[in-house]
Each structure stands twice: as C-alpha cells, then as structure tokens.
C-alpha cells in the first residue's frame, strides 16, 4: 500500500519518516477464521531484508525442530538442511565454522564438555581389540577414561612418559590405533614436539593421531599444520575464556573423519546446545586479545616466582629453564597462561592456595580470572588417583597449578607474595 492509500497522517512534525517496510508479512498460511489460541503458538514473521544485508552478530537458533514446506523434501533437508537440533543447528554450525577456520581443517564440531569431545571422537575411531598409546601425566578425566572404562570395551592402553617420543616408539604394537597428546600437558606443562608426534602416527598405516591442545589454544598453536590428524579443546577453558560455559571441540584434517565422526555424534548425542555455541562464539572474538596478556602476566607470575627461596621449581614453557623451552619457542605464538610451581611439600602448598586473597583457589582454567589449584588434593586427588599413580606421572605433592588470568599483573605477584609469608 502507498503513502497516497493510506490516511492522512495526525501528527504535526519536521521528523522524516525512513521505515517504508510497514507490518511484517507472517509465514503461516493460517486460514482466515484462524483462533487467536492458535495465533499465539503459531505466528511467525518473514525477516524482511537477509539477501542485501546481515547480522553482525548471528542470532542464536533455538529451535528443537524445523517444519517442512513438503514431505518429499525430508531427504533433501536430512543432507543438506536442518530436521532436529541434535542433527544440526544454525548457532552451532556457525561456531564450529569459525573454530575450523582457526584450526585450518576441514570440519569441527561442538560438544557438550570437553570430556564428551574425547570420549565421543575416541569411541567413534576405536573398536574392541585396538590399542592406544597415552601420555602420563595428562588429563584425570583421559586418564579414568583409559584406566577404568576403555577396557570393558575391549580397548587396549599403553601409559608411556609424556611427550617422550622414544617411548611412544616403544609402546607401538600391531594393533596400535591412536596415538594420544597433550600440549602442554595437564597439569605439569610438558611441551609435545607436534612435528615428531604427528610424523612416528604417520609411519604407522591406519592409525590416527589426536592432540588435546586445551592449554594452549588455537591462538597459540595450529596443531593441525604440524600433521596432526585430530586436535581436540575443552572449549569451558580459553576458547570460552569467561567461566561461563561448558563445551568441547573437535577438528580435524580429514575430511571423511569429519563427516563419519559428525554422523556418530548425531547419534551419540553428545551435541553442544544453541546458547552454549553463541557464548563460545561471544568468547572467541577475544581470544587474542585475552591470550596476549594471560601469557605476559604468566611470565611475570613465573619470573617472580622462580626467584623465590620458599618455592623449589617453577615451570612455565616461556622460561629458558623449561625442558621444553626450545620445543615451545618453536611451535607456538605465546607461552600460554599456565604456570606450574613446586613447593617443598604438601602443607606448604596448601598453606599458600588457602592464604590468597585475589587469585581464587577453585578447579577449571583458561577463564579471565586466575585460579589456583593443589592437584594432589584436588583435580588428582585421592579420589580420582592413588599416590602411586600420581607420583609415576611425575605429580609431586608440592605440585601448584595456576592459571594466570588478565587482573593486573603486579596485583597478582603482590597476591602470590603475601601469600608465601604464610609458609
């Protein structure tokens, strides 16, 4: 209708008029008796405008399920569509676009928490009978998963030295399968050479390479430039960066693992939901930016920390002391915002976590805030590992895990040294 077929306008005003659009047009074909009960379940608008301009920021697609124009199109919607939220959703493939493209691979996808991404990713890959090769340390959720669950499925592991390349070489069997890493390793900071690692996975024929690089994140490394097959995130740590979300992801460098492994989880069911993808969306779009002053208030954390008398070692891959130094300096962009200290036993370890004022002594890492945990009370305690277990990982008692966040730097050393003079 135009301006001439409408009414006179009522309201005396200079104020130019720019909206030409006028009500919205409905989707639904409701017949003209329609209930106003129906009417308040039903009505939607058509969005005016989507093939000249877009969102900056997508919209989060909260819909379980999706209507069809016709029943023959089902098919065509199972391919290339979206039927079911746990098939595909719009939120999530947007994220896990982005998470690919910072991953450089052919596909990711989205998990319900780091722990369903592993889990998910190995179960799809592995089969009774075949064998995996596995870090020690590394993750207390990896390592419940291969220790105590794995083998009722018929599912062989080998625990060898983390990030010793030689041992990995060692354990290779015949019905070898994965080879399994981490970078920087959880919780004692061991650097994987990626280029070895990926290079022994490949001499192997059939065998699949999988890298946990949560500590790191893809900021700092592109773990599949270095031939990795899979690398896998807790995306509730640096990639969400606000302790606010729980998720995992999964990319990878082979196309068909893409799609074999997207079509398990469809049916495992492990999938991230909208709101969770739109705030792991939200939180990449910082993540250079938080990941450039984790790694500058670690190094002044780990500096002040390593001149300590009451503190015996400190670990952290920017410093020349580190094993790894050389390795890190190689692959990655920063040195990452974990920081592993010793102390010269168990009481003084917990007596300093529990005299911190700013820095707060809670599970979890990669968020904005630092945080500080006793592994051998907490995250590898006695509940999830013996002391044998531990101590064959390389877990000392005096074992300190911080994760550096982006406070104020000096507040944070100011924190950490009015909390030594408790010990």
Do not use: W
Not at 292 to 309: D, I, P, W
Request: aromatic share 8%.
């Amino acid at each position: 209708m135009g301006d001439d077929a409408l009414p006179p306008f009522r309201v005396n005003t200079t104020f130019r008029v720019t909206n030409n659009r006028g009500k919205s047009k409905e989707i639904r074909d409701f017949p003209d008796d329609v209930d106003l009960d129906t009417v308040m379940v039903s009505s939607q608008p058509r969005l005016a405008g989507q093939e000249h301009c877009l969102p900056v920021i997508p919209s989060i697609s909260l819909s379980v399920t999706h209507q069809f124009k016709k029943a023959e199109l089902y098919g065509e919607c199972l391919a290339n569509g979206y039927i079911y939220n746990r098939l595909a959703n719009h939120s999530v493939e947007t994220t896990a676009h982005v998470i690919n493209m910072l991953e450089g691979g052919e596909g990711a996808l989205l998990f319900s928490s780091g722990m369903s991404a592993i889990t998910t990713t190995l179960l799809a890959i592995l089969q009774s009978g075949d064998h995996v090769i596995v870090p020690d340390p590394v993750y207390t959720g990896v390592f419940t998963f291969f220790k105590h669950m794995a083998p009722r499925y018929g599912i062989e592991t080998t625990f060898v030295p983390a990030c010793n390349i030689e041992e990995y070489k060692k354990a290779i069997k015949p019905n070898t399968k994965v080879f399994y890493g981490e970078t920087p390793t959880n919780p004692t900071l061991d650097v994987l050479d990626l280029d070895e690692f990926a290079a022994l996975a490949k001499s192997v024929p059939g065998s699949i390479s999988v890298v946990d690089a949560t500590f790191a994140s893809p900021y700092n490394v592109q773990t599949l430039s270095h031939g990795v097959d899979i690398v896998i995130h807790s995306s509730t740590k640096y990639l969400g960066g606000h302790h606010d979300l729980m998720g995992g992801t999964m990319c990878t460098s082979d196309e068909k693992l893409y799609r074999y492994i997207s079509e398990f989880n469809a049916q495992f069911g492990s999938i991230q939901g909208a709101f969770d993808a739109y705030l792991l969306l939200r939180g990449i779009k910082t993540l250079g930016v938080r990941m450039e002053r984790h790694a500058a208030n670690a190094m002044k954390v780990a500096t002040f920390l390593e001149g300590q008398s009451k503190v015996k070692r400190v670990y952290y891959p920017g410093l020349t002391s580190h094993p790894y130094h050389e390795i890190a300096k190689k692959q990655m962009k920063t040195y990452g915002g974990m920081v592993v200290f010793i102390m010269f036993d168990k009481e003084s370890a917990r007596k300093l976590v529990n005299a911190l004022k700013i820095i707060l002594l809670a599970v979890s890492l990669g968020g904005v805030e630092s945080l500080i945990e006793h592994p051998a009370t907490m995250t590898h305690g006695p509940s999830l590992m013996s002391d044998e277990e531990r101590a064959k990982g390389g877990i000392n008692d005096g074992l300190i895990r911080l994760s550096v966040g982006i406070e104020n730097g000096d507040d944070l050393v100011n924190d950490l040294k009015q909390a030594l003079e408790h010990v």
